[in-house]
């Protein structure tokens, strides 16, 4: 006979749990039941607390104004409500899970997390990718133009990105399909068009923008704390022969643009208050506007894994990143360009310097592949140290190639 395990309490996690209270990260879900009807909810273990129904179940502990916020079908309102509501809301949702006081209201807005179907959890404004670790640009930039400088002039005076497909972020589990393209190897006489060969993977962490900023403001350093309400986990799929053949000299386009998947929990920043960790040493000064010398430490300590169906096949280092998420956003906003709430900008391909801690196959193979064949399921997970020993998980980023669709040789009709 199976041992009888006696009905745990889904408010006593189990030793190490990942998503615990001092993480509990952000995600929109439906039930079966009823499906059209998306609600925020936040993750607990390997449950999701229903927060559309908490103002009701604990009007004592959530204040009255943010019962519509957290009503909404997606994180936008939430996020546009600025540190100030994220902190209040985050501490409600903690004491809510975390005193016993409240078992009997709370419990019944628990619902499994293998039961209920998760969506994309804002509406994505733009979209911007960087290229901030030194490790992946020296070793892409040898592969890509080895008659060159492995990094360009510009790479340690200013963190280089580009603007991506906002329209094209899809939220983890969601299919990938083969894309077809242009591409043009020394070997062919005439640029041959087809699915692409060189599907590949890249491993990154997305930063999702929640308190806008105003046109010609740019936001300094000191900004990233009030403008950026979470991080997520990113997959920033990438066609290799596409890619290399269309770049320049204009940048990434269609290589990138047919699909960027994000995980499902945008987990906020204050979760990773114990994490943080000074970035490397610069070895050329930045300008004064990211000059973070003075600053707090900009770096992550937040370490990732690469699985492909199933096996690990990287570990990469967050905190080996030569660029900060708050240079970043200072970056992409000293030319007064102005921030929306659901802005998410990716940190570019996470690498470290050993060879199992490269964050995709370009890197991993040398340039040599082999790449993603169809079937294959990739899926990043990642971790950071939390307070007391804890650990602050990440939500997944998973994702299938599917073949790619048919195509006549002429071309769409
Ligand atoms: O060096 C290049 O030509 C481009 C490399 C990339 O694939 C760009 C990119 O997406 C940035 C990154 O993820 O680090
Ligand atoms: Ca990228
Ligand atoms: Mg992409």
């Known amino acids: 006979m199976p041992e009888q395990s006696p009905e745990q309490s889904p408010?006593?996690?189990?030793?190490?749990?990942?998503?615990?209270?001092?993480?509990?990260?952000?995600?929109?879900?439906?039930?079966?039941?009823a499906?059209?009807?998306?609600?925020?909810?936040?993750?607990?273990?390997?449950?999701?607390?229903?927060?559309?129904?908490?103002?009701?179940?604990?009007?004592?502990?959530?204040?009255?104004?943010?019962?519509?916020?957290?009503?909404?079908?997606?994180?936008?309102?939430?996020?546009?409500?600025?540190?100030?509501?994220?902190?209040q809301v985050r501490a409600a949702v903690r004491t809510a899970l975390t005193d016993p006081a409240h078992r009997t209201a709370v419990a019944p807005l628990l619902h499994p997390l293998d039961g209920v179907t998760l969506h994309l959890p804002f509406e994505v404004a733009d979209y911007v990718d960087f290229y901030s670790s030194e490790h992946h640009a020296t070793?892409?930039?040898?592969?890509?133009?080895?008659?060159?400088?492995?990094?360009?002039?510009?790479?340690?005076?200013?963190?280089?990105?580009?603007?991506?497909?906002?329209g094209t972020v899809v939220v983890t589990g969601t299919p990938v399909v083969r894309p077809h393209g242009q591409r043009k190897t020394p070997a062919d006489a005439a640029p041959v068009f087809g699915p692409s060969a060189r599907l590949d993977i890249e491993a990154e962490v997305g930063f999702v923008v929640g308190t806008p900023?105003?046109?010609?403001?740019?936001?300094?350093?000191?900004?990233?704390?009030?403008?950026?309400?979470?991080?997520?986990?990113?997959n920033d799929w990438s066609a290799r022969d596409i890619q290399a053949w269309e770049y320049v000299p204009l940048g990434p386009f269609l290589g990138k643009s047919f699909a960027t998947s994000v995980s499902a929990w945008i987990t906020p920043l204050d979760a990773f208050d114990a994490a943080r960790t000074a970035?490397?040493?610069?070895?050329?000064?930045?300008?004064?506007?990211?000059?973070?010398?003075?600053?707090?430490?900009?770096?992550?300590?937040?370490?990732?894994?690469?699985?492909?169906?199933?096996?690990?096949?990287?570990?990469p280092p967050f905190a080996a990143m030569y660029w900060t998420a708050a240079q970043q956003l200072a970056h992409m906003t000293v030319n007064g360009a102005s921030l929306r709430t659901g802005d998410l900008y990716a940190s570019g391909t996470v690498s470290g310097p050993e060879p199992d801690q490269l964050g995709c196959l370009l890197e991993l193979?040398?340039?040599?592949?082999?790449?993603?064949?169809?079937?294959?399921?990739?899926?990043?997970?990642?971790?950071?140290?939390?307070?007391?020993?804890?650990?602050?998980?990440?939500?997944?980023?998973?994702?299938?190639?599917?073949?790619?669709?048919?195509?006549?040789?002429?071309?769409?009709?």
Not at 11 to 33: C, I, K, N, Q
Not at 61 to 69: K, N, T, W
């Open 11 to 33: 408010f006593d996690l189990a030793e190490g749990d990942p998503f615990g209270p001092h993480t509990l990260p952000y995600g929109v879900f439906s039930t079966a039941d």
């Open 35 to 87: 499906p059209d009807r998306r609600r925020i909810g936040v993750r607990y273990g390997s449950r999701v607390l229903d927060l559309s129904a908490l103002p009701g179940a604990l009007p004592s502990v959530v204040a009255a104004p943010h019962g519509e916020l957290l009503g909404a079908a997606t994180l936008n309102p939430l996020l546009a409500a600025g540190r100030p509501v994220w902190q």
């Open 139 to 166: 070793n892409v930039g040898k592969i890509f133009r080895p008659d060159s400088a492995a990094l360009p002039p510009n790479w340690k005076h200013l963190p280089i990105g580009y603007h991506g497909r906002a």
């Open 213 to 234: 900023s105003a046109l010609h403001e740019p936001v300094g350093l000191a900004g990233f704390r009030d403008h950026v309400f979470g991080v997520c986990l990113v």
């Open 279 to 315: 970035p490397p040493a610069r070895d050329v000064a930045p300008l004064p506007y990211l000059d973070d010398a003075a600053a707090e430490p900009g770096g992550i300590d937040l370490r990732i894994e690469v699985a492909r169906n199933g096996e690990v096949i990287s570990r």
């Open 365 to 413: 193979t040398q340039g040599k592949g082999p790449y993603l064949q169809d079937g294959d399921e990739v899926t990043l997970t990642a971790w950071a140290p939390g307070p007391d020993g804890s650990r602050i998980g990440l939500g997944e980023v998973t994702g299938r190639v599917l073949p790619a669709r048919e195509v006549p040789a002429d071309g769409p009709a």
